[in-house]
């Protein structure tokens, strides 16, 4: 599991909820409320559900691809 000192904010991770049951899910660290680390929050993907950090735990970052990605124009080129 991840320490919370580590997250970084507008990244994505897979995070579950600490509740019992809870499944694992990607979330985002959203700054909608203020860019400090105080204000962070947790939001659900494909929801505008905002929770506090600490109420999840973290299992690891999810890692923007390296790879080039084009417009559907450009790739046809």
Do not use: N
Request: with cysteine.
């Amino acid at each position: 599991m991840l320490e919370l000192s580590s997250l970084e904010s507008e990244c994505f991770y897979w995070a579950r909820r600490r509740e019992v049951g809870s499944a694992w899910e990607v979330v985002q660290i959203s700054t909608v409320f203020g860019a400090a680390r105080d204000y962070w929050t947790v939001a659900s993907t494909g929801s505008d559900v905002h929770r506090m950090v600490d109420d999840y735990e973290f299992l690891v970052r999810i890692a923007m691809p390296k790879a080039l990605i084009l417009h559907p124009q450009q790739a046809a080129e």
